[in-house]
C-alpha cells in the first residue's frame, strides 16, 4: 500500500505462507533476482481500492490492495446496510458484513467466504456478503470502475471498515462509504516462467497434468 504512491516494484520471496504474491521460495531468490536485476522479468499492474468514510464531512480514508470489508466492532454481530453501485440502489441485508474484494484480493479473505477467484487482468471486483441472513444473496463482480456506497443502517451498534485487515475506520450509524479505485498502482515484478494458473495449482492443491 505505501509503494505504490512511491512507483516502486515489488518482488514476492514465500516466507512460509500461502502467499499469492510471492513468486519465489527462498533457495531460489539469489538467481531469480539476479536475472531480474539483468532486466529478465515481467511486469504486472495491480490497482487498489480506497474508501473513504462519510458523515457531515469526509472523516477517514483508506487503501486496500486485496479487500475493504464493513463489519461489526463485535464478534458474530449482525449488521444492517444498504448498497448502493454507481449510485443504483442494489439491496439492502442484514449479515455479519460484506467484503469487497480486488482480483489480488479474490484469492485471500473472499475466496475463504465463497467469492469467486478473478484473473488479475480483469478490471473487476467482487462484493462477498458475510453470512447473510438469506439464502438467495450470492457474490456479485462488478466493474472495478464502478463506485460502490455502503449506508449504514441508523439503529446499528459501532461498526468498522477493515483495509487489508489492517488499517480500520470507525463507522456511525447513518454513514456512508465510498469505495472506489485508487489513483495509484501497485507494479509487481515477476520472473518470465511466472504462470498465474501455475500458482494457483500449487496454492489451492490443483491436480496435475494427467498425460
Not at 17 to 22: D, E, V
Not at 95 to 110: L, N, R
Not at 124 to 141: D, E, G, N, Q, W
Request: glycine share 8%.
Amino acid at each position: 500500500r505505501a509503494l505504490c504512491d512511491h512507483d516502486v516494484a515489488v518482488i514476492g520471496v514465500n516466507r512460509g505462507n500461502l502467499g499469492f504474491l510471492t513468486d519465489l521460495a527462498p533457495e531460489d531468490a539469489v538467481s531469480a533476482l539476479m536475472d531480474v536485476l539483468a532486466g529478465d522479468y515481467v511486469r504486472e499492474e495491480r490497482f487498489l481500492l480506497s474508501a473513504s468514510v462519510k458523515g457531515e464531512s469526509v472523516k477517514q480514508q483508506g487503501v486496500a490492495v486485496n479487500e475493504i470489508v464493513l463489519h461489526s466492532d463485535k464478534v458474530a454481530h449482525m449488521i444492517e446496510f444498504e448498497l448502493y453501485v454507481d449510485d443504483q440502489f442494489v439491496f439492502s441485508q442484514r449479515s455479519d458484513g460484506v467484503i469487497i474484494a480486488t482480483p489480488t484480493g479474490s484469492t485471500a479473505y473472499s475466496l475463504s467466504g465463497g467469492g469467486p477467484i478473478l484473473h488479475p487482468n480483469l478490471n473487476a471486483i467482487t462484493l462477498v456478503p458475510m453470512f447473510p441472513h438469506t439464502l438467495s444473496s450470492r457474490p456479485i463482480v462488478l466493474d472495478a470502475n464502478s463506485r460502490v456506497r455502503l449506508r449504514a443502517a441508523k439503529d446499528n451498534d459501532h461498526l468498522q471498515i477493515s483495509c487489508d485487515g489492517h488499517g480500520r475506520l470507525d463507522v456511525m450509524p447513518g454513514d456512508e462509504v465510498i469505495i472506489e479505485k485508487h489513483p495509484h498502482t501497485l507494479t509487481m515484478v515477476h520472473p518470465t516462467t511466472h504462470s498465474y494458473y501455475h500458482v494457483l495449482r500449487n496454492k489451492l492443491g490443483w491436480g496435475s497434468r494427467l498425460f
